[in-house]
């Protein structure tokens, strides 16, 4: 049986090269403690490599068609780790970045090595100096959960809405809920740090209400 020594070694460098990328996003990604880490997307990246590499060798008059299917497989993957709690829904970097390493994957096993190199050097700027941007536009803008409970026999529920929109902080009430001898009220506040730490002052300083968390 003869061998292509060249196809191997090229073979063999792409490869390589999938796994370097795997491991320089999952390295940021395993930092952060993120559901998808390194392990998870070096085999991201090298599935990705191998499926297109599979699909131009054998693939004949339609070379895509196997590496189409790592589009739809990527789709699982994502949305696996996608959660949403409330009003805050989690995960959909880490979706992004599963998807995304696929496709820098796929760039490889075509031989693209101009595009798989400088995609991945923008992905690892986005996820590690976007973060600080991210830290400082998340104080500008926070969502928090409030439950404050306070005796029936107070009607704070105008003073505490009056409060709100005196601070200009924007919210949603959930829920009225009654226990035994209590109101607890349950809203979605949103607004700047420094707005909703006002806010909580006030709730510390009103002496008619019994507790509060958030």
Known sequence: MEIDLQFDLESAFRLFLSFVIGTAIGMEREYRS????????IMICLGATIFTEISIAIGGASPDRIASTVVTGIG????????????????ITTATTIWISAALGMAVGAGEYFIALSGSVIVIVVLTLFEKV???ISRQHQ?????????R????????????SSLQL???????MKKEDSTI???????????????NAFL?????IKCYEY
């Not at 993120?34 to 392990?39: E, M, S, T």
């Not at 993957?77 to 995960?91: E, K, Y």
């Not at 510390?204 to 008619?208: I, L, P, Q």
């Open 204 to 208: 510390k300083e009103e002496a008619r």
């Open 76 to 91: 699982f993957l994502g949305a696996g780790v996608i959660f949403r709690d409330g009003l805050t829904v989690s995960g």
């Open 153 to 164: 026999t107070h009607a704070l529920k105008e003073l505490i809405n009056v409060k709100l």
């Open 134 to 136: 991210k830290l400082q």
């Open 170 to 176: 924007r919210y949603l009430q959930e829920r009225d």
């Open 143 to 151: 969502a928090r959960t409030y439950k404050i409970e306070f005796e």
């Open 34 to 41: 993120k559901a998808a880490g390194l392990r998870t997307i």
């Open 185 to 199: 009220l349950v809203y979605e506040v949103f607004g700047t740090e420094a707005r909703l730490e006002a806010f």
